[in-house]
């Protein structure tokens, strides 16, 4: 399968910081990037949607100031986490998928994220 | 509001028995359907995606698909502990993946 990877695979930071993830598609160009959160014990959760070289589209809930997106190339997408506070502390995984209604979805290795 | 359905387990299957993890959706419109296996504290994995009616077989791995009445299904023949994770699955939606919240398997040595 195709290969994402994710940047930094564990970061702690003290609250009131900002904290950058970035997510890579090695080997395939991602016309499509997801950005997930998971919380312990608990399932996937889709925070948002971006295409390449648009504005992402967020999921109900999710607070766009807080959680910026940028997909400015085919192969990389980052995702800020400003003003973190303990609350946003979870693991994020980003997934991207080529071009194509039938084009499966590859995961990065995810980011764990501990605020202080 | 389009659903994936999945039973939270956790499934205890016997070493070197089948495992069966079962799942429904409610977009009969929906095309592409897909197995993911997620591993305690890690990201989700591919194992099979199907988008016909009918079996797909993968070495140990085999995912069913009935459209008409909107389930598909992952069958594990000789379970190793090694398959012990949370499978997920997911199926595509007017472009995009709506997830099941898993089944978490245990193959019992």
């Known amino acids: 399968g195709a290969v994402v990877s994710q940047h930094p695979s564990w970061v702690i930071c003290k609250s009131g910081t900002s904290v950058k993830i970035e997510c890579r598609s090695l080997d395939f160009q991602a016309t499509t990037m997801f950005w997930y959160r998971q919380f312990p014990k608990q399932s996937l959760m889709l925070m948002a949607t971006s295409n390449e070289g648009s504005k992402a589209t967020y999921e109900q809930g999710v607070e766009k100031d807080k959680f910026l997106i940028n997909h400015a190339s085919l192969t990389l997408s980052t995702l800020t986490v400003t003003s973190a506070h303990p609350e946003d502390s979870s693991f994020y995984i980003c997934?991207?998928?080529?071009?194509?209604?039938?084009?499966?979805?590859?995961f990065g290795p995810g980011t764990r994220l501990l605020v202080l | 509001q389009k659903e994936v359905e999945q039973n939270s387990g956790p499934l205890s299957v016997p070493e070197g028995a089948i495992a069966s993890l079962n799942c429904t959706y409610s977009d009969r419109g929906s095309q592409s359907f897909f197995w993911y296996r997620q591993y305690s504290g890690k990201s989700p994995e591919l194992i099979m995606s199907?988008?016909s009616n009918g079996d797909k077989e993968d070495g140990r791995f085999t995912a069913q698909l009935n459209k008409a009445s909107q389930y598909v299904s992952l069958l594990i023949r000789d379970s190793q502990p090694s398959d012990s994770a949370t499978y997920l699955c997911?199926?595509?939606?007017?472009?995009?993946?709506?997830w099941g919240a898993g089944t978490k398997l245990i193959i019992k040595p």
């Open positions: 997911a199926v595509r939606s007017n472009y995009q993946l709506i």
């Open positions: 199907i988008y």
């Open positions: 997934s991207g998928r080529g071009q194509g209604a039938q084009e499966t979805q590859y």
